[in-house]
Each structure stands twice: as C-alpha cells, then as structure tokens.
C-alpha cells in the first residue's frame, strides 16, 4: 500500500518557523485537493488542522498554513510553541486502488 | 454534543475476530461517511476503510479485502468494523471518523477516542 512521504523529524525553536513536506504522486496530492494534515499529540486522538490543503477549520490557530505544489504539499507551523510538540500526518484521496493514503508522519520538535 | 464514542478495550488470541462499535451523535449519522483507521504502537495512521451509512455501501483498503467488514445500524446510528483472522500485527488502536462534509470528502473532523485491541496468544 503507498503511502506519502514525509521528513519523519523536524525540530525547531519557539518563535521559529518550519515546514514539513508531504510528498506523492500525480494520483493523489498533485491531482486532488483532498489534502488535509492532522496533529497527533502522545496518546491522543488525531486532530484536524488543515483541510483542502490550505483550510483551516475553526478553532486551529492561524500560525498553520498549507500549500501545494505538484504532487507535494505542505504544512508551515510559524511561531513555534512548546505546545505544536507533536506527530503531524498528511493524508489525500488517491484515483488509484489504494483510494486513501496517510502520510508516513513527522515528529515536531520544540 | 457531536461525538462518536467507540466500545471498549479488546483482547483476542490469534485467529479469532473483533467487532468494534462506533456510535454518532449530535448529527446525522446517514449524512456523513465513516471510516476506519487504526495505528500500531509507536506506528503512523493506516487507513482502514470507509461505509457510507446511508447506504451501507463499503471501500475497503486492499490489504484488508477479504478480512474486514464494516456495516452500520441506522436505527441506534452505530457503525461497526469487523476484523477476522486475527495475528499479533493487528494489534492497535482502532479510530472511527467522520468525513468532513456529507457527500465525497475524504478528510476527517471528528474522531472516535479510539479503541485498543491486543492480539496475543
């Protein structure tokens, strides 16, 4: 089953800024706007921050944004807090098969 | 209050099966698809598979085609996924979900709590 590619650690400092890429193919991220990326802090249920690549739902704070670039999206956290410590995954719709694919997942470091 | 409570802690030995619940409310339960996801310890999401309870109609990822089976009652709007043939590598938390918006969406708001199973002999 494919999966996305994601960096599986980034670090950074409060107040810094970071960008995680999610890569895949022509059959999901590069053809679809059904990107969202989720924010899975330890023992916890997986939380939407993005949807249709750049959406924020309400509530998320504004210092996460989302881009899309070929068949690679992405997340930037800006002014990083202690408390974005987490995993972050991307996920899309895929026209193959595979129909749904989740990304491999990043460990945020603060 | 919007929710899907899922049932609780499961413990099965190897080749058996499981059924876990996923009970919505606070919206309509036929509106919107759910799904299953499940993540292994210390591992990433795995999508499972989706039911439109509308219909009862069902996508399955294909690593589970023959295994998986997920249905709903419409009546206590409850959806349920049903794995078989049980190994140690399905042991994990299971996650219902619910698309974002009713009809084609593909991108998840709202979650279960999860539910653990462990499969050891």
């Known amino acids: 089953q494919s999966v996305l590619t994601q960096p599986a650690s980034m670090s950074g400092s409060p107040g810094q800024a970071i960008t995680i890429s999610c890569t895949g193919t022509?059959?999901?991220?590069?053809?679809?706007?059904?990107v969202s990326w989720y924010q899975q802090h330890p023992g916890k249920v997986p939380k939407l921050i993005l949807y249709?690549?750049?959406v924020r739902p309400s509530g998320v704070s504004n210092r996460f944004s989302g881009s899309k670039s070929g068949n690679t999206a992405s997340l930037t956290i800006s002014g990083l807090q202690a408390e974005d410590e987490a995993d972050y995954y991307c996920?899309?719709?895929?026209?193959?098969?595979?129909?749904?694919?989740f990304g491999t997942g990043t460990e945020v470091s603060v | 209050q919007v929710q899907l409570v899922q049932s609780g802690a499961e413990m099965r030995k190897p080749g058996a099966s499981v059924k876990v619940s996923c009970k919505a409310s606070?919206?309509?339960?036929?509106?919107?698809?759910i799904h299953w996801v499940r993540q292994a310890p210390g591992q990433g999401l795995e999508w499972m598979g989706r039911?439109?309870?509308?219909?009862?109609?069902?996508n399955h990822a294909l690593k589970f085609q023959g295994r998986l089976t997920m249905t709903r009652d419409t009546s206590i709007s409850t959806a349920y996924m049903e794995l078989n043939r049980l190994t140690s590598d399905d042991t994990a938390v299971y996650y219902c979900?619910?698309?974002?918006?009713?009809?084609?969406?593909?991108?998840?708001?709202?979650w279960g709590r999860g539910t653990l199973m462990t499969v050891s002999s």
């Open positions: 996920s899309s719709y895929s026209s193959t098969s595979t129909l749904f694919v």
């Open positions: 022509s059959s999901d991220i590069g053809d679809y706007n059904y």
């Open positions: 249709d690549v750049s």
């Open positions: 606070g919206y309509s339960f036929s509106d919107y698809f």
């Open positions: 039911i439109n309870p509308r219909s009862g109609g069902t």
């Open positions: 979900a619910r698309d974002l918006s009713s009809g084609w969406d593909w991108q998840f708001d709202l």
